[in-house]
């Protein structure tokens, strides 16, 4: 069955976020320029749902029916027949790619589909691994779990420089985060995302589901974030920081209150998103503040017509580019990078 909307039975899943949700859905959606499906199959507590999003073809990329996040279920039948009818949906789209994750929350877990469950679709194990902290509701407890000598040290000295955080729910501090977390992806080679998508999560999301930090510094705003929750699981979003304020350790300090307000929210898991296999530095990071590391898996049909040599190049550029030229060009193409 393909809908528009979650089952009521999906949202008792205990993996599901914020961002399985129809209303990040929409607001992703209407920012991005796709359309999103969930593809479920089952009832009651038999069950799978595939939420997915379909990309019109760009200059470089052809049409795309992808997940961003990870299919819930609790049948593997259930699952195997949400997979088949997601192939039936990109073939009367006439997608040319499909891509469908799923993540493992257990090491030792493989994934519990063969490549004939899956046909035409093919098994890879995805670049990035799964990065999440499991919480404990004691604060000091998620506390000595940080590493002593970097992530401990860290924020204590980021308490010493007089970096402070603070909430923030104006449109003003908006338009500050906006302009960091475009700093840092303009540093990174990466597009930047519409103002709009980070207006709509303050005019929506933000407080009940969300959180805006900003890393304060003698009045000058050095880094941020913004923190999802839903049900019993945070998200670690989108962030930023100004590379000329780094020796303070305001990305450290941010992460440790991350943890403070999701456990004072009595979150389970502080999701850290993913993060490359080859990345070691990010991934030592990430293990100092009590993160475990899952493969993720992808189910994989077509070609994305991703090249590492375009790729690299193409991050160059957008290095290159002025920032404000960065900024303006990016909502052209930056649906097709995230896709």
Not at 192 to 214: G, K
Not at 235 to 246: A, C, P, T
Not at 259 to 274: F, H, N, P, Q, S
Not at 277 to 286: A, M, N, S
Request: charged share 25%; proline share 6%.
């Amino acid at each position: 069955m393909i809908t528009s909307s979650l089952p009521s039975e999906v949202l008792k899943h205990q993996n599901i976020t914020l961002f399985h949700t129809p209303y990040w859905r929409e607001i992703w959606a209407k920012t991005l320029k796709c359309k999103s499906y969930y593809i479920f199959q089952g009832s009651l507590d038999q069950y799978a749902c595939v939420p997915v999003y379909y990309y019109e073809q760009g200059i470089f990329t052809p049409k795309k029916l992808i997940t961003h996040e990870e299919p819930l279920y609790t049948n593997i039948n259930c699952l195997k027949q949400a997979i088949n009818e997601v192939i039936q949906l990109a073939n009367k789209l006439n997608c040319k790619y499909v891509k469908i994750k799923i993540k493992s929350f257990e090491s030792s877990k493989n994934l519990p589909l063969t490549p004939r469950d899956v046909a035409p679709l093919k098994i890879k194990i995805a670049p990035n691994l799964n990065s999440v902290i499991p919480l404990s509701t004691n604060i000091e407890e998620n506390w000595k779990r940080l590493d002593k000598g970097s992530a401990r040290w860290a924020v204590k000295k980021a308490e010493r420089m007089n970096v402070r955080i603070k909430y923030c729910e104006s449109k003003d501090d908006v338009v500050e985060f906006y302009k960091i977390v475009s700093e840092t992806r303009h540093r990174l080679g990466l597009p930047m995302f519409p103002f709009r998508l980070f207006e709509l999560i303050r005019q929506r999301l933000i407080p009940n589901n969300a959180s805006l930090l900003l890393a304060d510094y003698n009045g000058k705003i050095i880094a941020g974030v913004i923190l999802f929750f839903y049900k019993d699981r945070a998200v670690f979003g989108f962030e930023g920081y100004r590379k000329d304020y780094s020796h303070l350790q305001p990305v450290h300090y941010l992460l440790w209150k991350c943890i403070e307000d999701a456990t004072k929210r009595r979150m389970r898991v502080l999701d850290l998103g993913e993060t490359p296999r080859f990345h070691e530095g990010l991934l030592r990071f990430k293990r100092h503040f009590g993160a475990l590391h899952y493969p993720i898996y992808m189910l994989v049909y077509g070609d994305s017509h991703e090249r590492p040599f375009f790729k690299s190049l193409g991050r160059r550029i957008w290095r290159m580019l002025p920032l404000i030229l960065h900024e303006r060009l990016s909502p052209l193409v930056v649906s097709r990078v995230v896709a």
